[in-house]
């Protein structure tokens, strides 16, 4: 049977007694499916994992992926999404004075969303700060973005791999995806070859928009963490963020021409929305075409992506033969390797970043 995150109606009680039913029920409801999903990340005769996470906190899903990378067996594959709130992720060896504009991050400035009818409004939030455990450059979430990481052992593991699997899921909407020499996804800006040159529809590194005059704009970057048996690779995908033209302004440090100082500097790219719009279920579209062709290159059958989507529904875990899927939420602070994990990133990359 799924485990569910079930919380019932309040009786009539005082309000203390209110206050002290629904933790009762809920610290229950969540050891629940936090045990369950503990047990199933353990468990060496599960070799393929898929979660997506409901939260939108950057440091609760940034622990979950660590708690991945740390519990799940050596010959286990995962594959995880997230959509954080608006905020600077950079890499482990990165300087934030130099790498974002933290005043600006902390002023609760104004961002952009997307309303339910497609326009756009302003809206005014602090924009987090955090530090991620992997290396690579800083980049921006926000609600327009779709995180993914897959975690795999290292024997299998290559920087291409899984980019690959992600562009051939994006091709389905925009056929100008391609991996490049960085290992980034990019979107082609030319047009097509006019003398209508052939090219092998499972090489996604090459396109018909490739061109020397116009660059290709960025929409997934990738940031990676090697271990001797686990291997962790971890990409962003703007999707239709409606924040891309003030990226360079979040992302731009004032100190940067009179700061010198240690630490790895964020490579500069043109960067680009894989829709030209809004697009109401952007997200669960492009999960679920990325677990199409998750479970295409690892041989899983059709069960595994309608038991993804059904788990995305609900709060819930789902189980075949070699593999599990499921949807995690806030409740998932309370496992206590994760808890840790926070409170780790807050305290030593968060926190004190911006003062708080």
């Given at each position: 049977?799924?485990?569910?995150?079930?919380?019932?109606?309040?009786?009539?009680?005082?309000?203390?007694?209110?206050?002290?039913?629904?933790?009762?029920?809920?610290?229950?409801?969540?050891?629940?499916?936090?045990?369950?999903?503990?047990?199933?990340?353990?468990?060496?005769?599960?070799?393929?994992?898929?979660?997506?996470?409901?939260?939108?906190?950057?440091?609760?899903?940034?622990?979950?992926?660590?708690?991945?990378?740390?519990?799940?067996?050596?010959?286990?594959?995962?594959?995880?999404?997230?959509?954080?709130?608006?905020?600077?992720?950079?890499?482990?060896?990165?300087?934030?004075?130099?790498?974002?504009?933290?005043?600006?991050?902390?002023?609760?400035?104004?961002?952009?969303?997307?309303?339910?009818?497609?326009?756009?409004?302003?809206?005014?939030?602090?924009?987090?700060?955090?530090?991620?455990?992997?290396?690579?450059?800083?980049?921006?979430?926000?609600?327009?973005?779709?995180?993914?990481?897959?975690?795999?052992?290292?024997?299998?593991?290559?920087?291409?791999?899984?980019?690959?699997?992600?562009?051939?899921?994006?091709?389905?909407?925009?056929?100008?995806?391609?991996?490049?020499?960085?290992?980034?996804?990019?979107?082609?800006?030319?047009?097509?070859?006019?003398?209508?040159?052939?090219?092998?529809?499972?090489?996604?590194?090459?396109?018909?928009?490739?061109?020397?005059?116009?660059?290709?704009?960025?929409?997934?970057?990738?940031?990676?963490?090697?271990?001797?048996?686990?291997?962790?690779?971890?990409?962003?995908?703007?999707?239709?963020?409606?924040?891309?033209?003030?990226?360079?302004?979040?992302?731009?440090?004032?100190?940067?021409?009179?700061?010198?100082?240690?630490?790895?500097?964020?490579?500069?790219?043109?960067?680009?929305?894989?829709?030209?719009?809004?697009?109401?279920?952007a997200s669960p579209h492009f999960q679920r075409s990325v677990v199409e062709s998750f479970a295409t290159l690892y041989g899983l059958g059709s069960d595994c992506l309608a038991s993804f989507e059904q788990a995305g529904e609900r709060c819930e875990l789902q189980q075949g033969p070699s593999w599990v899927c499921g949807s995690l939420d806030d409740s998932f602070e309370s496992i206590p390797e994760i808890h840790a994990g926070m409170k780790e990133l807050q305290a030593r990359h968060g926190s004190k970043i911006h003062g708080r």
């Amino acid at each position: 049977m799924p485990s569910r995150c079930i919380l019932g109606s309040l009786p009539a009680y005082t309000k203390r007694n209110q206050l002290s039913f629904f933790a009762y029920h809920s610290i229950r409801a969540i050891s629940s499916l936090a045990s369950s999903f503990i047990s199933r990340v353990q468990d060496t005769g599960l070799k393929y994992h898929i979660y997506t996470s409901k939260s939108n906190n950057p440091f609760l899903n940034l622990s979950i992926e660590h708690f991945l990378l740390q519990k799940s067996p050596t010959n286990s594959t995962i594959l995880f999404f997230y959509v954080d709130r608006p905020s600077v992720v950079i890499g482990r060896n990165q300087n934030p004075w130099l790498e974002a504009d933290l005043k600006l991050l902390a002023s609760g400035s104004s961002l952009k969303a997307w309303a339910l009818d497609g326009s756009v409004e302003n809206v005014s939030a602090t924009i987090d700060i955090v530090r991620r455990r992997s290396g690579g450059g800083a980049v921006f979430h926000d609600h327009g973005n779709v995180n993914y990481c897959v975690i795999c052992p290292t024997q299998d593991f290559t920087r291409d791999k899984h980019a690959e699997m992600v562009v051939k899921a994006l091709r389905q909407d925009n056929p100008r995806a391609r991996v490049n020499e960085r290992h980034d996804i990019v979107l082609d800006q030319g047009q097509p070859d006019a003398h209508g040159l052939q090219l092998d529809p499972t090489d996604m590194h090459k396109t018909e928009f490739q061109t020397d005059v116009q660059q290709a704009l960025k929409v997934s970057g990738s940031a990676y963490k090697l271990t001797r048996t686990r291997s962790l690779h971890h990409g962003t995908c703007l999707l239709h963020s409606p924040n891309l033209k003030k990226l360079s302004h979040y992302l731009k440090s004032p100190a940067r021409p009179f700061l010198k100082a240690r630490g790895v500097e964020s490579v500069r790219s043109p960067v680009g929305n894989v829709y030209a719009g809004f697009k109401s279920d952007a997200s669960p579209h492009f999960q679920r075409s990325v677990v199409e062709s998750f479970a295409t290159l690892y041989g899983l059958g059709s069960d595994c992506l309608a038991s993804f989507e059904q788990a995305g529904e609900r709060c819930e875990l789902q189980q075949g033969p070699s593999w599990v899927c499921g949807s995690l939420d806030d409740s998932f602070e309370s496992i206590p390797e994760i808890h840790a994990g926070m409170k780790e990133l807050q305290a030593r990359h968060g926190s004190k970043i911006h003062g708080r």
